[in-house]
């Protein structure tokens, strides 16, 4: 991914997220050979030479990367991915920061940065340990080997493994779910889920009550009941 791409991937979402029309994001490349393959390391991605100041790595990183996951971590709005071949280095990240990721049967994971002597980036230490404990995202990192897809589906990195040609289709039915979903609530109840592991019970359900109050006031829950109290599916509107 060139610094370009990067940084339209990252308006793309922030932009996403302050779009009241847009009700959930469906994420996916062109093509079958990469999902992502991580950031551009080769001499199209190289910049001129200039005397690296002790700071300049750090504030590069947080600025490019990290604030393309935190994009899609802070996104209010449902994120699918739909992953096909390779999703390597910083590819990975992106991918373990969305909410539900469908993956083909022949694609991968790679958080390959031990091969190249680079520290994991992108979030990818906190993603990792996050899905998967902290011994197997040990495991990940420290070895670099890559991972398939029905082991991604076995350890929880992914939601569905299914067959090449029905990838985008599942993806996308899953992102028009959510779509069609109570907006708020989603946006409030991904917001509880990312800090969930970092909140003490009383901390979680003092969260847990605000959200409520917020969604209570909402014209989805008012739909929600109605519906239910008439027998028939909701209509929500996203507000």
């Given at each position: 991914?060139?610094?370009?791409?990067?940084?339209?991937?990252?308006?793309?979402?922030?932009?996403?997220?302050?779009?009241?029309?847009?009700?959930?994001?469906?994420?996916?490349?062109?093509?079958?050979?990469?999902?992502?393959?991580?950031?551009?390391?080769?001499?199209?991605?190289?910049?001129?030479?200039?005397?690296?100041?002790?700071?300049?790595?750090?504030?590069?990183?947080?600025?490019?990367?990290?604030?393309?996951?935190?994009?899609?971590?802070?996104?209010?709005?449902?994120?699918?991915?739909?992953?096909?071949?390779?999703?390597?280095?910083?590819?990975?990240?992106?991918?373990?920061?969305?909410?539900?990721?469908?993956?083909?049967?022949?694609?991968?994971?790679?958080?390959?940065?031990?091969?190249?002597?680079?520290?994991?980036?992108?979030?990818?230490?906190?993603?990792?340990?996050?899905?998967?404990?902290?011994?197997?995202?040990?495991?990940?990192?420290?070895?670099?080997?890559?991972?398939?897809?029905?082991?991604?589906?076995?350890?929880?990195?992914?939601?569905?493994?299914?067959?090449?040609?029905?990838?985008?289709?599942?993806?996308?039915?899953?992102?028009?779910?959510?779509?069609?979903?109570?907006?708020?609530?989603?946006?409030?109840?991904?917001?509880?889920?990312?800090?969930?592991?970092?909140?003490?019970?009383?901390?979680?359900?003092?969260?847990?009550?605000w959200a409520q109050e917020v969604?209570?006031?909402?014209?989805?829950?008012?739909?929600?009941?109605?519906?239910?109290?008439?027998?028939?599916?909701?209509?929500?509107?996203?507000?």
């Open positions: 991914m060139s610094p370009l791409a990067r940084e339209a991937l990252t308006d793309a979402f922030e932009k996403a997220d302050d779009d009241p029309s847009v009700r959930s994001v469906l994420l996916r490349a062109t093509g079958d050979r990469h999902f992502c393959s991580g950031a551009g390391l080769g001499p199209q991605s190289a910049q001129p030479t200039v005397e690296k100041k002790p700071g300049d790595v750090a504030l590069m990183l947080q600025k490019g990367y990290q604030r393309l996951i935190s994009a899609v971590l802070d996104c209010d709005k449902p994120v699918v991915a739909a992953v096909k071949g390779v999703a390597a280095g910083a590819g990975a990240s992106l991918m373990l920061a969305c909410d539900l990721v469908v993956m083909s049967t022949d694609a991968r994971l790679a958080a390959a940065f031990v091969h190249r002597g680079i520290l994991p980036d992108s979030g990818a230490i906190h993603l990792l340990t996050r899905i998967v404990g902290l011994r197997k995202a040990t495991e990940l990192l420290m070895l670099g080997e890559p991972v398939d897809a029905a082991t991604c589906e076995r350890l929880t990195l992914v939601n569905r493994v299914v067959a090449l040609e029905e990838t985008d289709a599942v993806a996308d039915e899953l992102a028009q779910r959510l779509a069609a979903g109570p907006t708020v609530m989603l946006a409030l109840t991904r917001r509880l889920l990312s800090v969930s592991s970092e909140s003490g019970r009383d901390r979680a359900f003092e969260q847990e009550a969604v209570s006031w909402t014209a989805d829950l008012q739909e929600g009941l109605r519906s239910f109290a008439e027998r028939r599916p909701p209509n929500f509107q996203g507000r």
